[in-house]
């Protein structure tokens, strides 16, 4: 596969020479009402996309049937797993992360002998007590929580490790913001390394967050050994609301994911953990990150435009995948650049965003901002772009990004991205696995549907409808490049939190949709013996679309995954809940689910 960087030497000027932490740029946020004013002219042909009308019959042939899976079950009995990681050095453990706070050990070299690996009784890190409570303890779903895990490295020598979670507010917080994403350091508590030492934690950044959604999380180090540190846009709808910047793009509304000056929200942030910082900054900052040598950006950021990336990953070529969970009409990845601009809210894929109606594609937009910001560059598109809607049914509403095959067990899918989608709906789990065959790319401001990668869907042996019948968390990668698949039944509680190994057709599990899980007969069952209404999930988790043009209903997991319901909007603060009125003057209450 070839790629070559889009050309960023016009944006290097004058050293940046304040060299802010992240705490006191995004404490900014809040006070910046207003930035560029620039207007994009709209009558320029060489830079406008194209004008498609987004419909999903326009999308009815995006996928075709792929390979067949086995799935074999690796640990069981998690709440909601979000990370799935192996130290360096180490074969005998698999960490995995689950969201309400702990990273427990999976102890085995293979899951050679049928059944799931030994889990540890008492987890290697526990961070719940740092944390905001996930879900106010109700159990329903949440996008904050513990997110992340990163070993050095050089973990066998030095026993550092890195992870992101979701603390309350603290003192230097705006008023009103949600919580604080914190990316925190921290050492083993013996040279055997068992066991973290929760006492030698070392807050890196503190990002105060404005809404309880589009968090990101995921950390992972780089094959230029540097820390990627990716950050969603705020949260609400669109790109806009409270905690949400302007930008160059007068068209639409917010604009956080563009401006590199007064926030550090939607963009991906790469540092030296390895270098002494300078002043307050406890980290050093890459010679080649774009805004090194320029006022046009804070130095921490490698690339920007984003959304929610949730998951990203390297291959062996050191291609940067990174899946961003969509609005309300497509889901992406992209392969990114250092300094490229991912198009959000200008573009949703590859089509054009709207503001003021965000339920269809804008009718045109520009492919490139302004040379007064940042010397004008290009919107880049993704690779894989799906709608929601694929002849006329729900084909998917969240992004789950994944990794390229390049273990040996599944060899049908050798030099093919694996990711997949939260859940075909949000009432009950129905999550889609999907596979991409590698192709030539080169980074492109223009791509055609015709232009992007073929998705193939997975199917599952011995499962109803060769589904996996469950929400898809994440996906995680051993040392022999194997592939494993995080999924859970439910939200925030129970414990129907599983990881499977990707093996070949006939050689997994048998799999059932679990009894306990959302929007089952047993759920509705039990209820109903309380004395409880069975009230729709959308009074729990409160639609936030942002507009009132929307149609998609979308809603949002515990992992980052959204979607809409196309009235509502409301924002859950983690202790009460605050309503907040929609476009049309509508008023809900709980938890937002616009992502």
Not at 239 to 261: K, P, R
Request: with cysteine.
């Amino acid at each position: 596969m070839t790629h070559s960087p889009p050309g960023r030497d016009g944006q290097r000027r004058r050293r940046n020479s304040s060299r802010r932490r992240f705490l006191q740029v995004t404490a900014a946020t809040g006070a910046v009402a207003s930035l560029s004013g620039v207007s994009v002219a709209q009558d320029d042909e060489d830079n406008e996309t194209d004008d498609s009308d987004g419909s999903d019959e326009q999308w009815g042939d995006v996928v075709t049937d792929g390979p067949t899976i086995g799935l074999e079950l690796v640990g069981e009995g998690f709440t909601s797993p979000v990370g799935f990681e192996v130290a360096p050095g180490d074969d005998d453990r698999y960490f995995v992360v689950d969201q309400l706070g702990q990273i427990h050990v999976l102890e085995g070299a293979s899951n050679g002998d049928g059944g799931p690996l030994q889990r540890r009784d008492e987890p290697f890190l526990d961070v719940s007590d740092r944390m905001v409570e996930v879900s106010g303890g109700t159990g329903e779903f949440d996008e904050r929580g513990l997110l992340g895990l990163a070993f050095h490295p050089d973990f066998q020598e030095n026993g550092r490790f890195f992870v992101r979670y979701s603390a309350p507010p603290t003192d230097d917080t705006p008023e009103d913001y949600d919580h604080t994403a914190v990316l925190a350091e921290f050492t083993t508590a013996d040279d055997e390394h068992s066991t973290a030492d929760p006492e030698s934690e070392e807050r890196l950044l503190e990002v105060p967050e404005p809404q309880f959604n589009h968090n990101a999380g995921a950390v992972l180090f780089g094959p230029d050994g540097y820390l990627y540190v990716p950050l969603g846009d705020g949260g609400n709808a669109d790109d806009v609301g409270l905690g949400h910047v302007e930008d160059w793009y007068d068209e639409n509304d917010g604009g956080n994911a563009q401006n590199t000056t007064d926030t550090l929200l939607g963009g991906i942030h790469r540092i030296d953990v390895d270098a002494d910082g300078d002043g307050d900054r406890p980290y050093g900052i890459p010679d080649d990150n774009p805004f090194v040598e320029s006022d046009a950006g804070f130095d921490e950021y490698y690339a920007w435009g984003l959304r929610n990336p949730w998951r990203l990953s390297f291959d062996s070529e050191g291609n940067f995948y990174v899946a961003d969970v969509g609005q309300n009409l497509f889901e992406e990845v992209n392969i990114v650049e250092n300094g490229g601009n991912y198009g959000w809210n200008v573009k949703e894929g590859i089509e054009c965003f709207s503001t003021e109606n965000p339920g269809e594609p804008g009718e045109d937009c520009p492919n490139a901002t302004p040379e007064d910001v940042r010397g004008g560059e290009d919107l880049l598109d993704p690779v894989i772009q799906y709608p929601h809607l694929v002849d006329g049914e729900s084909f998917g509403i969240s992004i789950t990004g994944g990794y390229v095959y390049e273990g040996e067990a599944a060899s049908e899918l050798q030099d093919m991205y694996v990711y997949g989608d939260w859940s075909r709906g949000f009432g009950s789990p129905d999550g889609s696995l999907f596979a991409s065959p590698v192709a030539e790319y080169e980074p492109s401001a223009d791509r055609s549907e015709d232009d992007l990668w073929e998705i193939q869907e997975l199917s599952v042996s011995d499962a109803p409808n060769d589904r996996i019948n469950r929400f898809v968390l994440a996906f995680g990668r051993d040392h022999d490049d194997e592939l494993y698949v995080l999924t859970t039944a439910r939200y925030t509680d129970g414990e129907t939190g599983e990881v499977w190994r990707i093996v070949p057709e006939g050689e997994g599990e048998t799999i059932e949709p679990h009894e306990d899980a959302v929007g089952s007969e047993e759920e509705a069952d039990d209820e109903d013996s309380d004395g409880e209404e069975d009230d729709e999930m959308d009074d729990d988790a409160a639609d936030d679309d942002g507009g009132d043009n929307e149609t998609d209903d979308e809603s949002v997991d515990g992992a980052g995954n959204e979607t809409v319901d196309g009235g509502n909007e409301s924002v859950d603060d983690g202790t009460d809940n605050e309503s907040i009125e929609d476009n049309d003057g509508n008023e809900s209450a709980g938890n937002e689910s616009g992502e």
